[in-house]
């Protein structure tokens, strides 16, 4: 299958700080991406469509100013968490459209960690 | 809005016996579904999906889901569970078949197979 990955795998940050975290699709172009968070508690909440070469559009209730998505490639969506504070703490999981095998791929998460 | 409702947080099941995992939905139009897995710290591996046809479908790892239009449900099965099937898995739902819609996830079960 197709894959997906994510850089850095995991990350600790300081409160204040922004922290970028990658998803590449490597075997196949993505002209859209989705971002997602997943809670301690299991569930995977979608933050935002990332649609290559234009603004991504955000689920209601997520902030765009803080969550800023940037797919700047067919093969790579960037997500910043800026101002990282403890309660962004998360694992952010991304997922890219193969549109030949009309398909999501799911990249393997990055665990955001803000101290 | 589409929304989908996983009942159980956790089930429990003696290796070798059948085991069912819950999903119900709720969608405007034509469901599409979804099942997930991830096992620790690894992102969402595609197990099945239901488009249309048969409404039976069978997947990856000898699991099956069945598709119950009058009770919207999507519960997933395996005849006979492995420990090696002990994981997280969800349900997901989209209003539309195409991959580069949005998939929204329920809020997953922890299935755990004692030996």
């Known amino acids: 299958g197709a894959v997906v990955s994510q850089h850095p795998s995991r990350v600790i940050c300081k409160s204040g700080t922004s922290v970028k975290i990658e998803c590449r699709s490597l075997?196949?172009?993505?002209?859209?991406m989705f971002w997602y968070r997943q809670f301690p508690k299991k569930s995977l909440m979608l933050m935002a469509t990332?649609?290559?070469?234009?603004?991504?559009?955000?689920e209601q209730g997520v902030e765009k100013d803080k969550f800023l998505i940037n797919h700047a490639s067919l093969t790579l969506s960037t997500l910043t968490v800026t101002s990282a504070h403890p309660e962004d703490s998360s694992f952010y999981i991304c997922?890219?459209?193969?549109?030949?095998?009309?398909?999501?791929?799911f990249g393997p998460g990055t665990r955001l960690t803000v101290l | 809005a589409q929304s989908v409702a996983q009942p159980e947080d956790q089930v429990n099941v003696a290796e070798g016996n059948p085991l069912t995992v819950k999903c119900t939905y709720s969608?405007?139009?034509?469901?599409?579904l979804f099942w997930y897995v991830q096992y620790p710290n690894r992102g969402l591996q595609f197990l099945l999906k239901?488009?249309?046809?048969?409404?039976l479908v069978k997947g990856s790892y000898g699991f099956e889901a069945e598709f119950n239009k009058s009770q919207t449900s999507f519960h997933l099965k395996k005849p006979s569970a492995l420990v090696s099937d002990s994981a997280l898995y969800f349900c997901?739902?989209?209003?539309?078949?195409?991959?580069?819609?949005?998939?929204?996830f329920g809020s997953g079960t922890r299935l755990s197979i004692r030996p």
């Open positions: 997922s890219a459209r193969d549109s030949l095998r009309d398909e999501q791929f």
């Open positions: 075997d196949f172009q993505a002209t859209t």
């Open positions: 990332s649609n290559e070469g234009s603004k991504a559009t955000y």
């Open positions: 969608v405007s139009g034509n469901p599409y």
């Open positions: 239901y488009i249309t046809g048969d409404n």
């Open positions: 997901a739902v989209s209003s539309d078949y195409s991959s580069a819609s949005k998939i929204i």
